[in-house]
């Protein structure tokens, strides 16, 4: 999965005028190495697994930490 866009635009308001910021520079250290995991991660289909604080309401036993996202994260770091 090749990651050529990035998913977030951050902007910034700025003497009167709304401006894009780089995201290469100001939101992401490494966003080569970001875009890596992040597709990695969607191939996987880790989003199927993934639960929000929403979710925990509904049904505590679910974990809005998502540990094993987490894991996965850091082993592909």
């Known amino acids: 999965m090749a ?9 910034e308001f700025h003497e009167n005028k709304w401006r894009c910021n780089n995201l290469h520079v100001d939101f992401c250290e490494d ?16 989003y199927e697994t993934l639960v929000d604080f929403d979710n925990h309401l509904h049904d505590i036993r679910k ?3 998502n ?11």
């Open 31 to 46: 966003w080569t190495e970001a875009q890596k995991v992040t597709a990695t991660l969607l191939d996987s289909k880790f």
């Open 67 to 77: 540990p094993e996202i987490n894991k996965a994260v850091l082993h592909l770091c």
């Open 63 to 65: 974990d809005w930490t």
């Open 3 to 11: 990651c050529v866009e990035p998913a977030i635009h951050v902007y």
